[in-house]
């Protein structure tokens, strides 16, 4: 069965500084995906990573994928108030299932 | 374009009721998910749909629940005999074959 599991599960961190979320997962995959959820809001779509070595860049948040390792991170560099939300990375399990399987969130909040 | 619309956005049930929740995708996307998501946790997997086929519906947590696509467009997800633990947020995605989900505002169901 796979398991997401990303950290930290919550994070307060200053405007201004720089950080990175951890998501690891337990089997191979042919894609990883990042998501973003607001306060009683559905998921928007951040990031699609389709292979090792893969970085996507879009304003202050970068994510990267290493197979090998199993592992994504998503940075955020230079944070803002506005990029305070519950951040969740989602795995494609094995090629023939299109079924998402996501991590555990991190809750993220930027403290002016 | 539109996006996915979901329907009710809220729904109260007594326990022992049974409900229908309604998702339509957006428009030309084949592949179309049911997720369950509880407060505070990341979306749980429920079933999907290529089309009209229903593929895999091994996150269904028991025979209560039922989802149909019968026109390969509409899909609606069906709790028989609600339970308090049904309570949770009903996330419905759409996707073309193999690409990104897109979510919709959910469906939150309280039951009572």
């Known amino acids: 069965e796979l398991k997401v599991e990303q950290n930290p599960l919550f994070l307060s961190m200053q405007e201004g500084k720089n950080y990175t979320i951890y998501c690891n997962y337990s089997?191979?995959?042919?894609?990883l995906y990042w998501y973003r959820q607001d306060p009683g809001k559905s998921l928007e779509s951040l990031f699609v990573?389709?292979?090792?070595?893969a970085v996507k860049q879009e304003g202050r948040l970068m994510a990267s994928l290493d197979t090998k390792a199993r592992l994504s991170t998503l940075h955020i560099t230079a944070a803002v108030h506005d990029l305070s939300a519950t951040y969740f990375c989602a795995v494609y399990p094995n090629f023939g299932n299109e079924k998402l399987t996501f991590g555990t969130g991190t809750r993220l909040t930027i403290i002016p | 374009g539109a996006g996915v619309s979901q329907s009710p956005r809220y729904k109260v049930a007594k326990r022992g009721q049974d409900v229908a929740l309604r998702c339509d995708p957006i428009s030309g996307h084949v592949s179309l998910f049911w997720y369950q998501q509880a407060l505070g946790q990341g979306p749980e997997f429920l079933t999907y749909?290529?089309?009209?086929?229903?593929?895999?519906k091994s996150g269904l947590p028991s025979d209560r629940f039922f989802a149909e696509r019968p026109e390969g467009s509409v899909s609606t997800l069906k709790i028989q005999r609600t339970q308090q633990e049904d309570s949770a947020v009903y996330l419905c995605?759409?996707?073309?074959?193999?690409?990104?989900?897109?979510f919709g505002p959910g469906t939150r169901l309280t039951v009572l």
């Open positions: 995605a759409s996707s073309l074959l193999w690409d990104t989900q897109y």
């Open positions: 749909f290529q089309n009209e086929a229903q593929l895999d």
């Open positions: 089997t191979t995959s042919d894609r």
């Open positions: 990573l389709l292979s090792n070595g």
